[in-house]
């Protein structure tokens, strides 16, 4: 199974911020993120079931705007990198340490965004192992 993250949403739009993890799932228009040990259960103890008495534990509507997934590699602490976490990272061509967010290629890449002239530059073996983790793009300021 694909691996998804994506930030709880909340009714009253409360400040919040709570990732949950699993696989994603689209129900008329709404982004649902169901966990690992999400169960299919029923009401009651009746000897048929109908569609109406069955509900799914660990089915958890998430924002849209956060959901992303993981690229299957670990930042130098050894924390999972998902798409939309910031990286800062050391890049042979530049004095300074980069920062940049994860993206996703077409190409089916996992990149950070590279401020030079070329654009995108592919998560390689040796980048990788300078990349930590220093927020996400969904984090709140202040």
Same mark, same amino acid.
């Given at each position: 199974m694909r691996q998804y993250r994506g930030m709880v949403?909340?009714?009253?739009?409360?400040d919040i911020q709570r990732w949950v993890y699993g696989d994603?799932?689209?129900?008329e228009g709404k982004v649902y993120i169901i966990l690992d040990d999400a169960e299919f259960c029923h009401y009651g103890n009746r000897?048929?079931?109908s569609d109406t008495d069955l509900y799914i534990?660990?089915?958890?509507?998430?924002?849209?705007? !956060?959901? $992303?997934?993981?690229?299957? =590699?670990?930042?130098?602490?050894?924390?999972e990198i998902w798409e939309g976490d910031i990286v800062e990272y050391d890049y042979e061509f530049?004095?300074?340490?980069?920062?940049?967010?994860v993206h996703w290629? !077409?190409? $089916?890449?996992?990149?950070? =965004?590279?401020?030079?002239e070329y654009g995108y530059n592919a998560i390689d073996s040796y980048h990788k192992n300078t990349f930590?983790?220093?927020?996400t793009i969904h984090d709140k300021e202040g």
């Open positions: 949403k909340f009714e009253d739009d409360c994603k799932c689209t129900v000897t048929t079931i534990t660990g089915f958890i509507e998430v924002r849209p705007d !956060t959901v $992303g997934q993981s690229t299957g =590699l670990k930042d130098k602490n050894g924390k530049l004095d300074d340490k980069q920062r940049q967010a290629s !077409t190409d $089916g890449y996992w990149i950070p =965004l590279v401020v030079v930590e983790i220093i927020g």
